[in-house]
């Protein structure tokens, strides 16, 4: 719940109200996120073109939301920080000849039994897996959130596509991220190789390095792998690796998005 990871919250949602999003909207996180979002738009008097479904973080917990499964694993930090595992799966093969060979028609029934739900033919129940082959797992994505390097991330992290972690500090300032329960760049990549992952991002950087290029020096060190995060840098999974992409953004074309009414250019 400190500032830096929270006080956005309540504005991404305005930006989603304002481009007329309706769906409900889920949020996970930890105790008292609820309270805050709420307080947070009653004292702005935004009211929401969509609904609200909150959370609670548990070391432990395990969701299925959004089309994804979401693990959560309790951190070392001097407030309650979770880490987060996000699963997004997609459906097997559907197999049009073994719908057929159950006499099972063409149409809603076969859009029900790719949706993942069992359907009744002649008095039958027909489940998924009888026409479809097993979900296959499509992309892991981890986030660190604020931490000390612990064992039960490791665990939550393993085998990961992209791990997303902290690097507030170099490994020359490692007192200082002992004392303030932080990761350096060298942290982050022992994890990214001792859970075994993929790629890793590095975030979160200690303003104190007017180039984070020494961070991702240490980190490449240890785990090659690594990447910076930066400001509309994009990640992409292809079969030939991690792709990035990096794009300026401008605040002025998003503030003529969001309130055009109000809107004038600048001179």
């Not at 987060?84 to 073994?98: A, T």
Request: a positive charge; hydrophobic letters at 40%.
């Amino acid at each position: 719940m400190h500032g830096d990871h929270v006080l956005g919250v309540p504005g991404l949602l305005l930006s989603l109200s304002l481009s007329g999003r309706t769906r409900e909207v889920q949020l996970l996180g930890p105790r008292g996120l609820r309270g805050f979002v709420e307080s947070a738009l009653e004292r702005m008097r935004a009211g929401l073109t969509f609904g609200l479904e909150f959370h609670e973080a548990r070391d432990g917990l395990e969701l299925s939301m959004c089309g994804a499964t979401v693990r959560a694993s309790l951190g070392r930090h001097s407030a309650p920080n979770y880490a987060y595992r996000v699963e997004f799966r997609r459906p097997g093969k559907f197999h049009p000849e073994r719908a057929e060979a159950l006499g099972i028609p063409r149409g809603p029934l076969w859009k029900a039994l790719q949706a993942g739900s069992p359907i009744s033919v002649g008095g039958r129940l027909v489940r998924p897996e009888e026409v479809m082959d097993p979900v296959e797992v499509k992309v892991s994505i981890a986030y660190s959130g604020d931490t000390r390097p612990t064992a039960g991330l490791i665990d939550l992290f393993r085998g990961a596509d992209i791990l997303v972690h902290e690097a507030t500090f170099s490994w020359a300032h490692r007192r200082k991220a002992l004392e303030n329960l932080h990761s350096t760049a060298r942290d982050a990549a022992r994890m990214a190789a001792r859970a075994g992952v993929r790629y890793l991002v590095l975030t979160h950087f200690s303003n104190r390095y007017a180039d984070a290029g020494v961070l991702l020096e240490e980190a490449r060190r240890v785990f090659p792998s690594s990447y910076l995060a930066r400001e509309g840098r994009t990640f992409s999974l292809a079969p030939e690796g991690l792709l990035l992409r990096d794009q300026p953004i401008n605040c002025r074309v998003h503030v003529a998005r969001l309130y055009p009414q109000d809107y004038r250019p600048q001179r």
